[in-house]
């Protein structure tokens, strides 16, 4: 992990995408901290199962960008040795791996039945999770790539999503293959990692980032980079933003159409949720394209810039900051609860509280990120 205090450390960087960046982010942190998880807006909670909400779109947007950033990052991926290939983008998964994998293990300790502090045994913290699907998708996305090119990165996609389609059809249940307890992904997590080290929000071991979905979830990063490099090709042109708009359409109109044998469903990340996600990724894109780089309006960008230009530690800082503030005991409840009572759920309507909280949080992390970027400190893996 190097931090950069250059003087001009974003002089290189694209517009656009550190735009599309900081979105993510701010969106990433309001939807992970509602005052409360049983007072949320429709829009704000992933679907259920099959189904689509933007929530869903949140993570695969990050995925996209990370492929979209590679293509300006990496121009000559190509070019480069096996040995600087595998130093480059091997460490930056295993760091991304590890960090992601300690945060799930944060703070370290618990207390126990008699009010004492147990340390938390690693052998069974969560595995898998956000960050290390970034790793993940992130790694192979770029072998693709440097192995073949934007040829081979076609060509994979394709496969990646037809074949997973096949593996969760085929040794999913015949009864329900896409079902929660029934599909392919969670018998083989269940074999590979053990239930103890999975999710447990499902009510039971189940992981929405484990190893079968990472499959597709590499397309997502893919179709990030060979959208970037069509930028760099064509220019921040109407050629460009109405390319993007075509496909964008065609991809989500496939998307719905695939959905009937294979739904869209985030939590076993399907082929056809691909397809939604890339097709919609593409369309907002294209707009911050018109509006930032073809039509120059930037007077609004910075606030997203903030969040955009250290996108990882200020997603770790949004983790652990609202860990300490649960951690930190007030009377009978604590520091996070008594600001959500006092301050929102006092005196507003449920949701209404719980999504102001969320904003509110989003500001805090904001305002980190401004410190930062104020003092020219871009912290990056």
Known sequence: ??????????????????????????????????GSWSSL?????????????????????????????????????????????????????????IIGWLLNAFPFFDYNAAGEITFIDLTEVRLFGVLQRIALAYFFGALVIYIGGPKLGWIFSGVALLGYWALMYFFGDASDPYGLETNA???LDLSVIGAERMYGGEGIPFDPEGILSTLPAIVNVIAGYLAGVFIQKNGNTFKTVRTFLIWSIGLVILSYVWDIVFPINKKIWTSSYVLHTVGRDLLILAILIWFIEIRNWKGWTYFFEVFGRNPLILYVAS???ISILSMIP????????????????????????????????????????????????????
Do not use: C
């Open 1 to 34: 992990m190097t931090t950069n205090t250059l003087q001009n450390p974003m002089s290189n960087r694209y517009l656009a995408l550190d735009v599309l960046r900081g979105l993510t982010i701010a969106f990433m942190i309001i939807v992970n901290t509602p």
């Open 41 to 97: 807006y429709a829009p704000l909670a992933h679907a259920d199962w099959h189904g689509f909400t933007m929530t869903d779109l949140v993570f695969p947007t990050f995925l996209f960008v990370v492929g979209n950033a590679m293509s300006f990052a990496m121009k000559r991926i190509g070019e480069m040795s096996t040995g600087d290939f595998f130093k480059k983008v091997g460490k930056r998964t295993i760091l991304i791996f």
């Open 185 to 187: 992904a969670i018998k």
């Open 319 to 321: 983790g652990i900051v």
């Open 330 to 381: 007030v009377g009978e409840s604590s520091l996070r609860g008594v600001i959500y009572s006092s301050l929102f759920s006092s005196w507003l309507d449920p949701k209404l509280a719980s999504f102001l909280f969320a904003i509110s949080y989003m500001l805090l992390i904001w305002a980190i990120g401004l410190w930062m970027d104020r003092r020219k400190i871009y912290i990056k893996v």
